[in-house]
């Protein structure tokens, strides 16, 4: 067997997934782990980075639909044959971000190149990238099928690394490379949806808002009340006002008949977190008790708990007027800010509300961003979303609304707790989620239009990802994670399997995100940013 097949056969995992779409996909580590190649040729531009929370979701990415995609748009070619076509796409990649010297920053590259299949190839390879020190960000490979059969085995290599074509190495490396290859393509780059790449670009996206927090349907319990509508007004106005970065929340000054309101939904929910929610959320409420002003009182100050947040587990609120769209909400996870509304709903109906309110938000979500395998859960579908498509996006968004929302897990008692922020801040549906049943009790729709008892389906991020639901009325299925650090793995395998047009890396220290691929943000998204 071949050097390149040994490196790439070895790993139990790449086996898995070959073995299912005949694609070989292999890391930057393991290519180290497997290989006798210096240190300095895989992993140079990891290394330096001194904390990336999603690190191993960066690596292990399938050659996908995209990628065919882009080959179908390549320009030019390099005949590595016989030298007989040295041309190269000028165009090299895109990196819009501002520049520096981190190493995960510049320009990347991505070429295809075909191997034929014998021993050492991949290492011949290689080893040129280390002499031109060139950092390779990615490698993905597959057997090339369309010679009909007969004649060497072929493989496709999908390479990105950094640098431009004109640099003098990249142009040095590329070609050596020819006289290893039959085909060097390299790889215009593609056009995604815009998204952020700094956590300062949320503010381009947060004051987009659905509904401008103010603008009431006729049925809401608010609706004729004008003093009601001014307060909503008022707070929407405070969150569109607001910067990320180097500003605080403003504190606000809750009124007596909203502190009323909270107080009764902290009496509600209060004996069902005990019975019904999971012990991450039991342990985070007793912290913010104890640090944030968590009680029955008091309306928690938005900028205590980021605060707070931010310490335990770099998570952070940022204030927005109201409802936003899945990929922008979304995207906000992948820098781990949650968007947060400050309104609270009518006192006429405390223990309802239409929309999401401060009592879901805080009573709900918050303590749960207190856990860091939930936190990371959050972030790994935010980095999906990132610059994903329409209906990937709507993927995604179905996952957190069967997980972050209506999330269930399973106790230490074996019995089911909730982790959903739509269940820990809604007494009924808390209730009729998680109480333990009679087998005999039949499903069905009520009288009143509720489901009689919910199905109950093992968390399975692709299926949740299919699995529609209702806004009006209880669920009628919900999904069982064994453990928050099981719904958290399963999040992160699926999200790797996505056809993503790019991975993403977060750099916590920078608050920027790093990306594996040259593509190129769409113009006009958001508006008021000129690109
Ligand atoms: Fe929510």
């Known amino acids: 067997m071949m050097t390149t097949a040994v490196v790439l056969h070895r790993s139990s995992i790449v086996m898995s997934r070959a073995a299912s779409c005949?694609?070989?996909?292999?890391?930057i580590q393991q290519i180290q782990q497997r290989s006798s190649f210096p240190a300095a040729l895989t992993s140079s531009c990891f290394s330096s980075s001194p904390d990336y929370t999603n690190y191993e979701t960066w690596h292990d990415h399938r050659f996908?639909?995209?990628?065919?995609?882009?080959?179908?748009?390549?320009q030019y070619y390099v005949n590595g044959g016989h030298g007989s076509h040295a041309v190269i796409n000028m165009a090299g990649s895109v990196n819009d971000n501002n520049s520096n010297n981190s190493p995960l920053e510049g320009p990347r590259t991505s070429v295809l190149m075909e191997l034929n299949d014998?021993?050492?190839a991949l290492h011949?390879?290689?080893?040129?990238?280390?002499?031109?020190?060139?950092?390779?960000?990615?490698?993905e490979s597959r057997p090339v099928t369309s010679d009909g059969g007969g004649g060497t085995p072929k493989f496709d290599f999908f390479i990105d690394f950094h640098g431009k074509v004109d640099d003098p190495n990249v142009n040095a490396l590329l070609h050596s490379l020819q006289q290893y290859?039959?085909?060097?393509?390299v790889l215009d780059e593609k056009e995604v949806h815009w998204f952020p790449r700094h956590i300062s670009e949320l503010d381009l996206i947060a004051n987009r808002t659905l509904d401008a927090g103010t603008d009431l349907e006729a049925n809401h319990p608010g609706f004729h009340d004008e003093a009601y509508r001014r307060r909503r007004a008022t707070l929407a106005n405070v969150a569109l006002q607001h910067r990320t970065i180097n500003e605080c929340i403003p504190k606000m000054e809750y009124t007596k008949e909203e502190v009323e309101t909270w107080g009764?939904?902290?009496?509600?929910m209060e004996g069902l977190w005990e019975k019904y929610a999971c012990k991450e959320y039991k342990s985070s409420v007793n912290l913010l008790k104890k640090h944030c002003n968590y009680n029955r009182n008091n309306i928690p100050q938005l900028s205590d708990i980021s605060s707070f947040l931010h310490l335990q587990t770099n998570f952070r609120l940022?204030?927005?007027?109201?409802?936003?769209?899945?990929?922008d909400f979304l995207n906000g996870l992948a820098f781990r800010t949650f968007f947060c509304t400050q309104y609270i709903r009518h006192s006429s109906m405390p223990l309802y509300t239409p929309e999401p309110d401060i009592c879901h938000e805080l009573l709900g979500h918050v303590p749960m961003f207190v856990d860091r395998d939930f936190c990371d859960f959050s972030q790994e579908i935010g980095l999906a979303s990132l610059g994903a498509s329409d209906e990937d996006v709507l993927k995604l968004a179905r996952c957190y609304w069967h997980s972050v929302e209506f999330g269930l897990c399973r106790g230490e008692d074996g019995k089911h707790k909730a982790y959903g922020a739509g269940l820990l801040s809604s007494f009924g549906e808390l209730e009729y989620a998680c109480k333990e049943r009679d087998e005999n009790e039949p499903y069905g729709v009520g009288e009143d239009g509720m489901p009689l008892r919910p199905e109950i389906k093992p968390w399975d991020p692709a299926v949740a990802a299919a699995q529609d639901f209702p806004i009006t009325t209880y669920q009628p299925v919900y999904f069982l994670a064994e453990s928050l650090s099981d719904a958290k793995l399963k999040m992160r395998k699926y999200c790797e399997d996505l056809p993503r047009p790019f991975f993403a890396l977060y750099n916590a220290q920078t608050e920027t995100v790093h990306i594996d691929r040259p593509v190129r943000r769409a113009r006009g998204i958001p508006r008021d940013k000129a690109e």
């Open 264 to 268: 009764l939904v902290w009496d509600t």
């Open 124 to 139: 011949d390879v290689l080893k040129y990238y280390w002499k031109y020190d060139v950092n390779i960000t990615r490698i």
């Open 22 to 27: 005949s694609r070989r996909l292999f890391s």
């Open 181 to 185: 290859t039959t085909k060097l393509l």
């Open 64 to 74: 996908d639909d995209h990628h065919l995609d882009i080959m179908k748009r390549q």
């Open 318 to 327: 940022r204030p927005v007027a109201g409802l936003i769209s899945s990929r």
């Open 118 to 120: 014998r021993v050492g």
